[in-house]
């Protein structure tokens, strides 16, 4: 069974940075993509970054220029570093492996 423990989450002010990790675990076969979803409050979730295992990089237009994507194939452990956070980047985030499988989310909030 596969596990995904996410990290980093928390309450920042607007402007400042938060660095969201998430580490597989368990039977892992291959690990073809690894991303990074969110959803603010009453919305519904969304990619914000994802990442392959050939080095493929995208950002949803929202987060481009502030966030970055990157892995430690070692640790089978993707990193979200988040510069610059607005208020409308609060969410619950997500971590994602394969498409198919979920972490349990971690809270983001940035306060005006």
């Known amino acids: 069974q596969v596990q995904l423990l996410e990290s980093g989450g928390g309450l920042v002010q607007a402007g400042g940075s938060l660095r969201l990790s998430c580490a597989a675990s368990?039977?892992?076969?291959?690990?073809?993509?690894m991303a990074w979803y969110r959803q603010p409050p009453g919305k519904q979730r969304e990619l914000v970054a994802a990442?392959?295992?050939?080095?493929?990089?995208s950002y949803a237009d929202s987060v481009k220029g502030r966030f970055t994507i990157s892995t430690d194939n070692a640790r089978n452990t993707v990193y979200l570093q988040m510069n610059s956070l607005k208020p409308e980047d609060t969410a619950i985030y997500y971590c994602?492996?394969?498409?198919?499988?979920w972490g349990q989310g971690t809270q983001v909030t940035v306060s005006s």
């Open positions: 994602n492996l394969n498409i198919i499988r």
């Open positions: 368990g039977s892992i076969f291959s690990i073809n993509v």
């Open positions: 990442i392959t295992s050939g080095g493929s990089i």
